[in-house]
């Protein structure tokens, strides 16, 4: 529209120049001050506009969260007319599922807006950038006004599986089976025995009688647990893994809680025991933020009977201080677990 009214104001611009016509050029000044005035009530419908942006306070990377927009007209007598709002397109930057549009706003006055918006990464989103725009009153000229909110948004790791997420997450769930069954001190019964499993609690009366290796299985006493430490010591060369690997441990962190599994989440500078320090949202924090760091030292495992679970690029590390029955998840591992 805006660029036919330009070709229309050149075409009768020189149609003024070449024949001298008084009547062209009054046309040609009408067209120009419709343009002048289009751009100055537009400016005018831009100014004094505010705008707030509420987000739940539980929002995962990669997944699109209700919020709430308000946009207030701070002007004292003038609306504001035909104003959309839309995220600014950017590398990191949040995305709004559909533009807003508010076809009137009156003086003094606050619309709010029910949108969908999704951060693309995890972190502290600080300064989130939307810009306001409108046609009015010609649609000649589409007029833009940024505006930057410095309110602080926490966005966890991906909660969705990443491919191969869920089948790592079967495959811990069995080993955890396996790893507690017999743990507890009341006899339960007596069964073969399963590859991979300790000799201690074999009953060898009932294995000469049956021909057949038996166990004793005990009742279990108490709630699994499993201790998982992410390992933070990760060359530069491997920043893209470990980001994965932070999404690995939100994603299991979170599958594992969500069925009655105890987390006690270690990592350097960072001990945390859910439920019994707080909930799973105290990890997914911890998460959001997280960055690889030199490490001295290797803690060992502090739990006797719990399941352990190490990711790492340095599984041997691990294995020397004393991790050597807990499941590692180097880079090859976790690759191949994604890869499907």
Known sequence: MGVL????????????????????????????????????????????????????EHVPAGRFAPARLFVRNQKWLMPSF?????????????????????????????LEQSVS????????????????????????????????????????????????????????????????RGLGKDFYRIRPYEALESAHHIDWKASAHTGAVQVREFAREQEQTVEMFLDRDVPFTLDEWFERAVDCCAFLAWSLSTRGVSVHFRSQGFDFRQPEDGDIYGILRYLALVYPVRAESTAPPVGETSYKLVITPSPRRFAQAGWRNARMLAPDSIRMDASG
């Open 5 to 56: 009214f330009a070709v229309g104001i050149l075409a009768a611009g020189g149609g003024a120049m070449a024949s001298a016509n008084n009547l062209l050029f009054l046309i040609v000044a009408a067209m120009l001050a419709t343009l002048l005035v289009s751009g100055f009530v537009g400016r005018m419908c831009l100014a004094g506009m505010e705008l707030d942006f509420l987000v739940p």
């Open 82 to 110: 035909s104003i959309r709002v839309e995220a600014v397109p950017g590398d990191g930057a949040p995305e709004l599922k559909s533009g807003v549009y508010f076809p009137l706003i009156a003086s003094r006055a606050t």
């Open 117 to 180: 918006v999704r951060f693309p990464r995890r972190g502290a989103y600080r300064q989130n950038v939307f810009a306001f725009s409108t046609a009015f009153p010609f649609g000649f000229i589409e007029r833009f006004a940024r505006v930057t909110l410095r309110r602080e948004t926490l966005v966890y790791p991906a909660l969705d599986p990443h491919p191969g997420f869920e089948d790592l997450l079967l495959g811990i769930a069995g080993d955890m089976e396996t790893h507690y």
